[in-house]
T-cell receptor, first 109, second 118 residues
Framework: GQNIDQPTEMTATEGAIVQINCTYQTSGFNGLFWYQQHAGEAPTFLSYNVLDGLEEKGRFSSFLSRSKGYSYLLLKELQMKDSASYLCAVRDSNYQLIWGAGTKLIIKP | GAVVSQHPSRVICKSGTSVKIECRSLDFQATTMFWYRQFPKQSLMLMATSNEGSKATYEQGVEKDKFLINHASLTLSTLTVTSAHPEDSSFYIC??????????????FGPGTRLTVL
């Protein structure tokens, strides 16, 4: 079966750095996405990885290792507004998006 | 950037009535749109894939006669929840695939519609 695993909840301090991990087992791989979702709102696109390595975009970076079926989202200089759920999604061989359950990130002052 | 709108944002209806939700891509053409449902504290669940000019493809367990999808143009898809019941109360989110985004082929999400069935 297809499976995406990410921690249910994480807590971090304002100004700090946090890494949210995602491991996947899917039938084929055509890219991995990270989305941010604030409570009661739709997800917004953060990053896309299809090749191994690190993609940096401002305070957010995303890393992919295809051989390990592993990705992480790194958030630097955390702000209170970063409190949200972070969803990992993998596009499989049929170009379907397989969604993780999301990681709720709580930022404390 | 690519913008997707949904209407209405919130709807409350009586059990047994039908509700139509519109999803529009405002600044790009979307040959494919997706409809998701999200229950509280749960992940997105894909309901169906909507292709312009053809019948929608429904995920296993989703009743196509209950959730009618029409994708009449490259910028509009509609989801009609027919004979709604309280268990259909959920957050319905559409997304549109921007094929012009290249290999990323990113999906852009609408703001969602919160449906409450009394």
């Amino acid at each position: 079966g297809q499976n995406i695993d990410q921690p249910t909840e994480m807590t971090a301090t304002e100004g700090a750095i946090v890494q949210i991990n995602c491991t996947y087992q899917t039938s084929g791989f055509n890219g991995l996405f990270w989305y941010q979702q604030h409570a009661g709102e739709a997800p917004t696109f953060l990053s896309y990885n299809v090749l191994d390595g690190l993609e940096e975009k401002g305070r957010f970076s995303s890393f992919l290792s295809r051989s390990k079926g592993y990705s992480y989202l790194l958030l630097k200089e955390l702000q209170m507004k970063d409190s949200a759920s972070y969803l990992c999604a993998v596009r499989d061989s049929n170009y379907q998006l397989i969604w993780g359950a999301g990681t709720k990130l709580i930022i404390k002052p | 950037g690519a913008v997707v709108s949904q209407h209405p944002s919130r709807v409350i209806c009586k059990s047994g009535t039908s509700v139509k939700i519109e999803c529009r891509s405002l600044d790009f053409q979307a040959t494919t749109m997706f409809w998701y449902r999200q229950f509280p504290k749960q992940s997105l669940m894909l309901m169906a894939t909507s292709n312009e000019g053809s019948k929608a493809t429904y995920e296993q367990g989703v009743e196509k006669d209950k959730f009618l999808i029409n994708h009449a143009s490259l910028t509009l898809s509609t989801l009609t929840v027919t004979s709604a019941h309280p268990e259909d109360s959920s957050f319905y989110i559409c997304s549109a695939r921007d094929v012009a985004s290249g290999e990323a082929d990113t999906q852009y999400f609408g703001p969602g519609t919160r449906l409450t069935v009394l």
